[in-house]
């Protein structure tokens, strides 16, 4: 499925799992917007995608900021007119004992992971809503269905949020032909877990995920593939968790 014409926007894009995003969405023919919080790191993947012919453009975004998200989809609309796919993807880990978690801790994980996917998703649903079409794909976790293997309340709770968060802007946006579900990645080897000794053998399909992995199902909810495909999880975890 070609996605030539289309504007992509991939929070924590300069990320493992956001980075094979703009990546695979870039190679269908999108125009991606890499956001993150990083801007050096975001430019050095717009780059390396517009060396292969890509269109592919850097911004600077803080999810704990209203003001950035507001501004970060006003310039893409400004910049390129409209926005087909927006992927929550920034998001960072938490795995401190249960009760050693801190308060400021657990504030910071929601804000990063839950309050800033309900921000851009509200951002770019009312540009959605005026276009009548649009593709929003959240990145939960596998450890927001089942509680988290080695990572602590914050981060399930964030992430259990956004499947929640996902079906209720799916809700919403169904009546103006927006499409809005999640991906719960499983076990994925990133820089959020390299090193963290996640064994392959504990996955029924034999090895960790991989940042491509879920790209694909990104890919496929973020195209006109999964048309009639809203308010739904996408579990892209080897078997580790099947429902
Ligand atoms: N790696 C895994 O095993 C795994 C499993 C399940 C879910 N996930 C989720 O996938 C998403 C991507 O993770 P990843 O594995 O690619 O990790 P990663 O650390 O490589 O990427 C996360 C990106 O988010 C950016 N970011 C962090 N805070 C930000 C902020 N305040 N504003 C804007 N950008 C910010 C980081 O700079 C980074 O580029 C995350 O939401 C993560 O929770 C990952």
Redesign the pocket.
């Known amino acids: 499925m070609d996605l030539t014409n289309q504007v992509a926007v991939i929070?924590?894009?300069?990320?493992?799992?956001?980075?094979a995003t703009a990546d695979l969405l870039s190679e269908r023919g999108a125009l991606v917007v890499i956001?993150?919080?990083?801007l050096g790191?975001?430019k050095k993947v717009a780059d390396a995608l517009v060396n292969k012919g890509r269109q592919a453009f850097a911004m600077e975004?803080?999810?704990?900021s209203e003001e950035?998200v507001e501004g970060l989809v006003a310039t893409v609309k400004e910049k390129h007119g409209r926005i087909d796919v927006l992927v929550n993807?920034?998001?960072?880990?938490s795995a401190e004992p249960m009760l050693d978690l801190a308060v400021e801790q657990w504030d910071r994980v929601m804000d990063?992971?839950l309050r800033?996917t309900f921000l851009c998703s509200k951002a770019a649903m009312r540009v959605m809503v005026e276009q009548k079409s649009g593709k929003i794909v959240n990145?939960?976790?596998?450890?927001g269905q089942l509680g988290g293997l080695k990572v602590s309340p914050d981060?399930t709770a964030s992430?259990a949020g956004i499947i929640s968060l996902g079906k209720a802007f799916a809700r919403y946006g169904a009546a103006y032909g927006v499409n809005v579900n999640n991906v719960?990645?499983?076990?994925?080897?990133?820089?959020?877990?390299r090193g963290r000794g996640?064994d392959p053998a504990s996955v029924p399909l034999g090895r960790l995920?991989t940042?491509e992995d879920?790209a694909k199902a990104v890919y496929f909810l973020a195209s006109p593939l999964s048309d009639y495909i809203t308010g739904t999880t996408i579990d892209v975890n080897g078997g580790l968790l099947m429902r």
């Open positions: 929070t924590g894009g300069a990320g493992g799992i956001g980075s956001a993150d919080i990083h790191n975001a975004v803080n999810m704990m950035s993807n920034a998001g960072v880990l990063i992971n800033g990145i939960a976790s596998m450890a981060y992430k719960a990645p499983g076990l994925i080897e990133t820089d959020m877990t996640d995920g940042a879920v």
